[in-house]
């Protein structure tokens, strides 16, 4: 354990306050004289449990959802946009996704980085993002081209999303230590939940509403969701004990196990995403799936990333962190080369979409572990204290160069769907092949550290 995570341990077993009317051992009152200010100040809410702990991960794990779940549920915008006017035809719709998400991996650790400085004002940066974020949508809603979608709907709502939802990382470790994991994992989780919600709820909205009035009325129940979370986005310690953290230190970069992970974690991104734009277009041109069988698939994998990050959360607090990502590795790269690949019918692809949403969904959930084996090292080589927050700042980094390389990248795997016809007549003779293999081979690649720990590498 870290000499932060002591000292978070050993703070919450101090009582919440004294009481005046007791009379200690030795029958003396003598101590009951201090001052009832002076005895509250020791005062500290509970790590790991407490009505306070399960409040904070409760509205985690809302802003989780409601932030990431739309960028998430962008292909249903993408449909509608590419198909109604004054959009339909026009090139790089896809890109306003790829930059919603990817902006917001991005400034994961700039705005961390941020948060560490002026701690003081941290925790009223999620009202800030929030507000951004509902103003980008409104904003959004008067768009004319492609690339007023983009700076509203992709760029100054994922600058939004990512001030709103920093904080929560940034408290995560001062509310939850022995059960860190399992708080990630709960709070990640929401972002499969919401993937199952809101892709129907949008889609219902745009056929029904038009996408100027989606827009407006997510913005507004956007608002009145989220602003009342942010009350309980707070942190436990007082600043004093946290102001002397340096979060652009250069510390962590000279460890060589940062920049393992970090690989793996890069590569593993490029493919991760894959399955989520094209499993709908492959149902439908492959096995002829309707309309609602194509979009089951992505309800399947979300839904089993839901159980996928809180399993892992609860594997992570007890097991090293390269046998749980080993774990999601072989579940993951086993369901995209065998039941993927080999997928000759509707049900076997549903099957795929459990396994790879249980399997590969829950690789971030993993983070928890490289976070403390990189703060562990640091130590070990007497590099200081490594700032946990921070490595996940860059890990989320390294996760959105994934995401955008992936985009550009896939569209050259697929152009002209190469291997069709040139295989048997299962998911790799589809026109898909080429993708299914670079799905699982970043998968595979995505496990290397479990490789390198046992080489001695890591």
């Known amino acids: 354990m870290t000499n932060r995570e002591i000292e978070l341990e050993s703070s919450a077993t101090l009582p919440p306050r004294f009481d005046s009317s007791a009379t200690p051992p030795g029958g003396s009152n003598q101590d009951n004289s201090q001052p009832e200010e002076g005895r509250q100040e020791f005062s500290l809410p509970p790590v790991d449990g407490g009505k306070d702990a399960w409040l904070f991960l409760a509205a985690c794990f809302a802003i989780e959802a409601l932030v990431w779940g739309f960028p998430f549920a962008f292909g249903v915008f993408q449909d509608y946009y590419s198909t109604h006017e004054p959009f339909a035809g026009s090139p790089n719709i896809a890109v306003v996704g790829t930059c ?32 951004t974020m509902c ?3 409104a904003m959004s809603s008067f768009s004319t081209n492609v690339s007023h979608l983009i700076a ?31 708080a990630y994992g709960i709070m990640w989780s929401g972002t499969g939940l919401a993937g199952v919600v809101l892709p129907l709820l949008l889609e219902y909205l745009l056929h029904t509403c038009g996408f100027r009035t989606t827009l407006r009325l997510w913005s507004g129940l956007l608002f009145v969701l989220t602003v009342p979370l ?4 707070k942190p436990r310690l007082p600043h ?30 490029t493919g991760f995403f894959l399955p989520g734009i094209y499993l709908p277009t492959y149902a439908r041109s492959a096995l002829g799936a309707a309309s609602y069988g194509s979009a089951t698939t992505i309800l399947l994998v979300n839904v089993a990333s839901v159980f996928g990050c809180v399993a892992m959360g609860w594997f992570i607090d007890r097991l090293h ?44 959930s993993a983070w928890p572990g490289i976070m403390k084996d990189i703060v562990l090292k640091g130590e070990s080589i007497g590099g ?11 890990l989320a980094a390294g996760r959105g160069i994934g995401n955008v390389v992936s985009g550009p990248l896939s569209e050259t795997l697929i152009q002209g769907l190469p291997w069709k016809g040139d295989t048997v007549a299962y998911g790799y003779g589809s026109g898909y092949g080429s993708l299914i293999v670079f799905t699982g081979v970043t998968a595979l690649v995505g496990g290397a550290s479990f490789i390198w720990k046992r080489l001695g590498i890591l």
């Not at 998400?101 to 940066?125: D, E, K, N, Q």
């Not at 692809?349 to 399997?359: D, N, P, Q, R």
């Not at 200081?384 to 860059?394: A, I």
Request: contains cysteine; proline residues 4%; hydrophobic residues 55%.
């Open 152 to 182: 509203t709907q992709g760029a100054l709502y994922a600058l939004g999303g990512s001030i709103a939802y920093c904080p929560c990382i940034l408290y995560m470790d001062e509310w939850f230590v022995q059960r860190k994991g399992l």
């Open 100 to 131: 919603a998400m990817g902006v917001m991996y991005l400034t994961a650790p700039l705005i961390i980085g941020l948060c560490r400085i002026f701690s003081r004002w941290a925790r009223w940066t999620s009202l800030v993002g929030l507000f």
């Open 321 to 364: 962190v390269t046998t749980c990502i080993l774990l999601s590795t072989v579940g993951a790269t086993l369901g995209v080369l065998l039941i993927w690949g080999l997928s000759s019918s509707l049900p076997l692809l549903y099957f795929f979409c459990v396994v790879y949403g249980l399997f590969a969904g829950s690789y971030t």
């Open 240 to 269: 004093s004990a946290t102001s002397h953290a340096k979060p652009f230190s250069l510390k962590m970069f000279m460890i060589p196990s940062f920049w393992l992970y970090q690989l793996a974690n890069v590569v593993e991104a």
């Open 230 to 233: 942010a009350i309980f986005i």
């Open 384 to 394: 200081g204290h490594v700032d946990p927050t921070m490595v996940f700042g860059w």
């Open 135 to 137: 103003l980008s949508l």
